[in-house]
């Protein structure tokens, strides 16, 4: 019913950065929150940003706070996530996701798309 596509990711040098872009689409598509996750190898999934989809509070984990940047546009249903000063431990598989306020929920998941920062 939700879809949601990642786009953007890609391999970059530690200090470097990079955008990733999500749409979502769908006849029951209309989320309170949408943000991103990521998995490293031998982890588990971990939050990484949300916003609010009405009122555009954000969050940020914060091991990126600082370095990432999260922004919507509800027009187009996409929300995007710039990185910048990007380490080799930002190297995972990046899951957009959508669902309730903060996260806290999520009902949707995108994916993934793979970002590599090489030292």
């Known amino acids: 019913q939700v879809q949601l596509v990642e786009s953007g990711g890609g391999l970059v040098q530690a200090g470097g950065s990079l955008r990733l872009s999500c749409a979502g689409s769908g006849r029951t598509f209309s989320p309170y929150a949408m943000g991103w996750f990521r998995q490293a190898p031998g982890k588990e999934r971990e939050f990484v940003t949300a916003?609010?989809?009405?009122?555009?509070?954000?969050y940020y984990a914060d091991s990126v706070k600082g370095r990432f940047t999260i922004s919507r546009d509800n027009v187009k249903n996409s929300v995007y996530l710039q990185m910048n000063s990007l380490k080799p431990e930002d190297t995972a598989v990046y899951y957009c996701a959508a669902g309730t306020v903060g996260l806290r929920t999520v009902t949707s998941w995108g994916q993934g798309t793979q970002v590599t920062v090489s030292s």
């Open positions: 916003i609010n989809w009405f009122g555009g509070s954000t």
